[in-house]
């Protein structure tokens, strides 16, 4: 028979008695990484409010965004000026605005409105980003949740639903950097997911590259060039492209991106000129003035990365000394999460135990469709926000409520 | 026969030879109008960046948006700080997000997605806000115009369509100042409208106070107080309040309210949770350093009527010498226009000979459903961007093509 070590209890009973308050739950960037921004807060500043065209940005207008500031962020995303809106102030609305249109109106070369599909279904790659699956439950498209394999994406098992089942119109994916894995597709992957026939004629990727200008490598991944792969394989609006400013400047003041084909943006542009007269072109001139140009993106994201690689090494180093052997996790080279798989049937317990210890990790299930982790191993970790020494503290804790969590499975299963 | 007069002939042909370039299409604020907030565009400055509980507003969070900004809005409105939310950056896109949250998942205390209601419609006073009219087009829902009598609204016509016909589920009002007529509902008409029986459950009123704070005289029009005679009526829920600070500060750049009931919030709450990590707040902060309190967005709406007076008795002077007698026109007391009725069958033709001589108008029909001004009469005059003279020419000059348009139609009548 199994005992719980008593080493284990002891280190979880001290834990408790340390009464820490420590919040893990979610990817927000730190206090240090918004002062990097803090220029911004002054900007553009009394007089400068006209672009380079000499438009007023204070007035209505300009419904398509800066182009300035288009030209820079697509210059990183590696997508055309004119196939790139800035609409708001983040991107999620951007993405939950697409899938209402598609939902009320139907998208480009459909047969017509979603909501008119019995059982409309998204693809949902797994452990995924929780907001995502939230916005298809507001919405009701159902959920088809897809683990990742060991080496990447379930291209079988997501070739073989797609081709089968024309009820399936899309699928979420972030293609760097992945919340909550780090993943980033490879370009096989990429080509895969524009060239698969479809039973739906108008399935369409939501293609949340919420990171690719977030690096902790000095060999950073590729942005892909996802329309280009899509029209050379004959889909050119099969993905819709978003992006956001939210972990580049300020999360409550940033700008939100869509790109696409010429087609997909026509249709973006018709849908939002029924809700809106323009963004706020003020705000994305604040941004062009702070960035300057593309380069300067880049050289404010190594800023960042000074400050996130520290606590990605911290989180990184406290898993090999305390669960090597007994828990795996994975290893971002971007983003702002670690993936781990605590063991089958642990998270929903581990995590119990940390709330209990008062350390609030994301909850069980949460980068799941429906919250449902079938294995209840996932948890995901965000070494962004805490100071360095409450997130040893924390992950030490969570370590220590994990391997009794384990402990206390290995011995009910005897 | 009545012959067209050489007089006006030549005029038109003068005005035509003149060779003018001139914009009267839109309710936008003049540059001096801007001028007059650009003190925000340093704002909230390097090192400002919490609410007065001490939230740091460069992250993400506080989806309410800023309490002191609801605050101060919410005094003008009269609405409880914790009943009127902040939840974009001009308020079209609230007011497209109810509906489409009506559409697909139903409003509370009623029977379902309106989606669901066979021919769902709204009710439209005429003439009316053609972005309002274009909403309602974009997302399916069919529009009921009922023009306003000389006095008002037409109660006896609201009341009957309301009370017999279930897919009736609402009805557009700019309770004051209205665009374009200029006219604010009283008490009396207010309270008809919370209280009438409607055979519709969940008949919503779509009350966008956009001109709550744009007096243009010493006796301003006074705010009612929906929420509290529609509760008082037992219809609490009936109207969904909307205002903005586009013509208050920066059309590109300004903040956009909504507020209801206890119950309509926490729907709308609920609905946006699943769409956004919160809005822009430190636009908000800048909104209330650059205001102070709701006094000073009433000194400053001070300094936009001393600009918008000169403009509007421009316009007004103009059409008593040239048309009076001939056509009728609105006397606004605050807002941002003033609707001329130029005769049955003359607004088009009117509008094209205005446009063929260079100036534009807001096209014919526009403050109408689909378009469609039956008795094709009413011009909606801009008065506030163009410059005092440019405002002078151009008004003097549609009056030369409104009296042509009359004499045109006289002419073919016999």
Known sequence: ???????????YAELVARGLSLDLTRGKPSPSQLDLSNAMLGLPGDGDYRDAAGTDLRNYGGPDGLPELRAIMGELLGIPTDQLLALDTTSLPLMHEVLVAALLTGVPHGDGPWRNVEGVSFL?????????????????????????????????????????????????TVPMYSNPTGYSLTVEEVEALVAMPTAADDFRIMWDNAYAVHHLTDDPDPVIDVLGLAAAAGHPDRPIVFASTSK?????????????????????????????????????????????DAAGVVAHMAKHRALLEPQFEAVLQILEERLRGVASWTRPRGGYFISLDAGDGVATRAIALAKEAGILVTAAGAPFPYGDDPRDSTIRLAPSFPSLDELRAGIDGLCTCVLLAQQERAAAAE
Chains 1, 2 share one sequence.
């Open 1 to 11: 028979m199994t005992h719980i070590s008593t080493d284990l209890t002891t280190a």
């Open 124 to 172: 949902c790659p797994v452990p995924g980003y929780d907001r995502h699956f939230a916005i298809c439950e507001a919405l009701g498209i159902r959920m088809i949740a897809v683990p990742f394999t060991d080496t990447g994406l379930d291209l079988d098992t997501i070739r073989s639903l797609v081709a089968n089942d024309p009820s399936i119109r899309g699928m979420w």
């Open 248 to 292: 580049v400047t300020f999360a409550g003041g940033g700008v939100g991106f869509v790109g696409g084909s010429p087609a997909n943006i026509a249709w973006i542009r018709k849908h939002w000129s029924a809700r809106t007269i323009g963004p706020d072109k003020l705000n994305q001139l604040r941004h062009v003035r702070f960035f300057g």
